[in-house]
């Protein structure tokens, strides 16, 4: 971002010339990319000002800045007069008669919040814990490929320690002991950080993401970094596809694709995974379980690769809601190292007085799909009217110019990118198709300047826009696919939360996701838990691997 603010697209055409003067025969030529027309004396005027700028260029690129350098400008979500909803309280209500299964196989698919009464009980300790899922790892993946590194020694350090302190009487929580696994787009000191593509393969990283660090504190036991496609594009990486466990000759979504299958496969009880434009709900909604992905900068990004600074998410990926909200508790909040980090309010209690949430609904969105998906989600909203729920009307802003806004993402990976694709690493991944994550930095460098800008001042009339549709809501139901509410969202920096709804005739998992306002991640939570509770599609696991 902050290089494409100082860059004139017209020599950013030119790129690999550094030799070569800048003629006015490039700049004519140049020109028809973004349909303005100069004319000859113009052209001539501007040739020693776009060679002057082009030295400038060179010689930022003489000193690059590194990975965890942020822009000066940063991105601002708040719609105005916008005001932080009320602190509130958090309060879980545990099975406190959890008992540990007779065929352990089962623990695969316990959830968090059940496998730590075990832990606190003392019905299983932290290292056979660990043990036991580190083991499924080593018998499963093979199918998957969800895992790039295990962390097999750090994690029975750990599992060892947090049983020592639980002896000792100290208990850090409800993720103590608790096995879990990360997308490899996030740091871990003395380990690769691979980012899913071959130019990074080999990449150590002397530093520890922040998320991770919270998690440590909490006392949660990291075996094993997940996969990305490569640079959080798809399912593709460098060491193969990434498999839907409900599905072995589907991929498994991406670009948290890791995170996605290793969890609806019990290979974790529950995984970090980012999101841009859909990393964390689509690969939930393929693989069958939950997902949050959070307000954006309510979780630090801090020692985790970005692909767009302004709209870069992490979130959990569990099994079930009340998951989500046992782990979204722990990795969000301010951090120093994240300037784009957000302190703010969160409540959250698993019974949440949801009676008194004023529901929308997409209704033309779900109108409009009569696929599986639909008719699954339609079961869906039937049924919360059968208890009493009163759903109203919502309807998307109108004003929205969609072709402009992947031109931010784009312009920011460019970015973030820049010194890849100079060096042209870019040309050592795998995928290199018109799609490719390859081909879309190279065609980032055409980008303007002036057009990045103009793309988030339409991007500012979209979120107020938005905001006077879902301001109106506690919370709004929607198709997670269902027309341009992805990227909309995705855009505006709102919470939104995936839950599975059923399968399809091939016995594909389907998904209907939550929106909530900004930073009201605990009313789509508590909404999301009731809801899940009518139904039993998340206890349900993909055959094959019990």
């Given amino acids: ?102 065929h352990l196989n089962e623990l695969a698919y316990f959830s968090v919040a059940d496998l730590s009464v075990l832990i606190k009980t003392k019905q299983i300790t932290s290292v056979a814990l660990t043990q036991f899922f580190l083991d499924r790892i080593k018998q499963y993946d093979s199918q998957l490929e969800a895992v790039i590194t295990l962390l097999e020694d750090r ?89 839907n466990p409900w599905d072995l000759d589907q991929g498994a979504s991406g670009s948290s694709a890791g995170s996605g299958s290793a969890t609806s496969a019990g290979l974790v009880p529950f995984a970090l995974g980012t999101e841009t434009l859909g ?38 990926m569990c099994r079930t809601v009340q998951d989500c909200a046992i782990v979204y508790d722990v990795i969000r909040g301010k951090d120093p190292l994240d300037p784009m980090s957000t302190e703010a309010p969160f409540g959250y209690s698993d019974n949440g007085q949801v009676s008194r949430l004023k529901i929308g609904y997409f209704k033309e969105l779900f109108v409009d799909d009569t696929t599986a998906t639909g008719k699954n989600n339609q079961i869906m909203l039937d049924s919360l009217r059968s208890l009493g729920y009163e759903l109203l009307e919502a309807k998307m802003p109108e004003s929205l110019s969609r072709k402009a806004y992947d031109i931010i993402l784009r312009a ?16 050592k991944m795998v995928q290199q198709e018109s799609f490719s994550r390859a081909n879309s930095l190279r065609q980032s ?22 905001h006077k549709v879902i301001s109106q809501f506690d919370v709004i139901l929607t198709p997670t696919f269902g027309g341009s509410q992805l990227i909309v969202t995705n855009l505006t920096g709102h919470p939104v939360l995936a839950i599975p709804s059923g399968f399809d005739k091939d016995n594909h998992p389907t998904s209907i996701s939550v929106l ?31």
């Fill in 1 to 102: 971002m902050l290089r494409l603010l100082t860059v004139s697209f017209l020599v950013v055409f030119l790129l690999g010339c550094n030799a070569n003067k800048i003629s006015r025969s490039d700049i004519r030529h140049a020109q028809k990319i973004f349909g303005i027309e100069f004319t000859a004396n113009q052209i001539k005027t501007m040739q020693d000002y776009l060679n002057r700028n082009r030295e400038g260029y060179d010689s930022m690129r003489a000193d690059p800045v590194g990975y965890d350098v942020v822009p000066a400008m940063l991105f601002d979500p708040f719609p105005i007069g916008f005001e932080m909803p009320k602190e509130g309280k958090v309060s879980f209500q545990l099975n406190e008669s959890v008992k540990l299964p007779e």
């Fill in 155 to 243: 994690a029975l350090q750990q599992a060892r320690q947090m049983d020592e302190e639980l002896a000792a009487g100290k208990y850090r929580g409800l993720l103590h002991g608790i096995p879990y696994g990360t997308k490899d787009l996030m740091a871990v000191a003395g380990y690769k950080t691979t980012w899913g593509a071959e130019p990074y393969k080999d990449q150590v990283i002397d530093a520890t993401a922040t998320v991770i660090e919270q998690l440590d504190e909490a006392g949660a036991v990291l075996i094993a970094k997940l996969v990305s496609g490569a640079l959080a594009r798809g399912d593709v990486w460098f060491g193969g596809k990434t498999k």
């Fill in 279 to 316: 990393s964390i709900t689509s690969p939930s909604t393929r693989n069958g379980i939950t997902g949050l992905r959070p307000t954006y900068g309510s979780v630090s990004r801090a020692g985790v690769m970005s692909l767009s600074w302004s709209m870069d998410k992490i979130g959990p």
């Fill in 412 to 427: 920011e990976a460019g970015a973030f990118f820049d010194q890849l694709v100079v060096e042209k690493g870019d040309r």
């Fill in 445 to 466: 460098r055409f980008i303007p300047a002036v057009e990045y800008l103009q793309a988030n001042r339409h991007r500012r009339l979209l979120i107020e826009d938005f």
């Fill in 516 to 546: 909530g306002n900004l930073y009201e991640e605990g009313k789509i939570l508590e909404f999301g838990k009731m809801l899940q509770n009518q139904f039993d599609h998340h206890l349900k696991h993909p055959p094959g691997f019990e």
